[in-house]
């Protein structure tokens, strides 16, 4: 383990948050519905609690993950992770519009801000963060339409009954989880920088 306990539990109520608003958007919208399984478990907001607890464990282990791949960049700075949140919650909220789009302007379009999020803010281990994102992700959720615990709307479900963009979108979020470890560990400039040396 990279990171402290207490840090690890941060970005685990911060990927739990963010994952309550996601859920919001698509459960609000009718993209997803939860059925009957889903509600043996309570509820926080419009999510069954397993929901965000899986979230916010793939922030953290993501972000744990990037520190083990290799040194953190000193550049790294906490408006990475703001922009990047931000246009991971934007990508979110866009895909309740993707409804009845062909796949491949629907993928395209959640595609592009993930790679831009990449190119501005990430670097080659974000990469690998972000791909295993996008396949452990919307595998699980795949898993999770098979087993009759929650569904797509019938215009958004070709991948394997799950949204075909869940991958790219995943991926984003693997990215911005990786900055996340990079800034966890980041450390302010020293206060003697920039100051004239003693003589």
């Given at each position: 383990?990279?990171?402290?306990?207490?840090?690890?539990?941060?970005?685990?109520?911060?990927?739990?948050?963010?994952?309550?608003?996601?859920?919001?958007?698509?459960?609000?919208?009718?993209?997803?519905?939860?059925?009957?399984?889903?509600?043996?478990?309570?509820?926080?907001w419009?999510?069954?609690?397993?929901?965000?607890?899986?979230?916010?464990?793939?922030?953290?282990g993501?972000?744990?993950?990037?520190?083990?791949?290799?040194?953190?960049?000193?550049?790294?700075?906490?408006?990475?992770?703001?922009?990047?949140?931000?246009?991971?919650?934007g990508?979110y909220?866009?895909?309740?519009?993707?409804?009845?789009?062909?796949?491949?302007?629907?993928?395209?379009?959640?595609?592009?801000?993930?790679?831009?999020?990449?190119?501005?803010?990430?670097?080659r281990?974000?990469?690998?963060?972000?791909?295993?994102?996008?396949?452990?992700?919307?595998?699980?959720?795949?898993?999770?339409?098979?087993?009759?615990?929650?569904?797509?709307?019938?215009?958004?479900?070709s991948?394997?009954?799950?949204?075909?963009?869940?991958?790219?979108?995943?991926?984003?979020?693997?990215?911005?989880?990786?900055?996340?470890?990079?800034?966890?560990?980041?450390?302010?400039?020293a206060?003697?920088?920039?100051?004239?040396?003693?003589?």
């Amino acid at each position: 383990m990279k990171l402290r306990l207490p840090v690890l539990g941060a970005l685990f109520l911060l990927g739990a948050a963010a994952s309550l608003l996601g859920d919001h958007f698509h459960v609000s919208t009718l993209t997803t519905a939860y059925l009957d399984r889903a509600h043996d478990v309570p509820f926080l907001w419009d999510s069954p609690i397993w929901f965000p607890v899986l979230v916010g464990a793939g922030t953290a282990g993501l972000a744990d993950l990037r520190l083990r791949l290799g040194a953190p960049r000193t550049s790294v700075e906490p408006r990475y992770a703001v922009g990047g949140i931000a246009a991971v919650l934007g990508s979110y909220a866009f895909t309740t519009a993707l409804g009845g789009f062909p796949d491949a302007v629907s993928v395209t379009l959640i595609a592009a801000p993930a790679v831009l999020v990449w190119c501005f803010i990430g670097d080659r281990f974000a990469v690998v963060c972000g791909v295993l994102a996008a396949v452990v992700g919307p595998a699980i959720e795949i898993a999770l339409v098979k087993a009759d615990v929650f569904k797509y709307s019938p215009d958004s479900d070709s991948l394997f009954g799950v949204g075909p963009w869940l991958p790219p979108l995943y991926f984003g979020f693997g990215v911005v989880a990786s900055v996340l470890g990079e800034l966890a560990v980041r450390r302010p400039p020293a206060a003697t920088q920039g100051q004239p040396a003693r003589t």
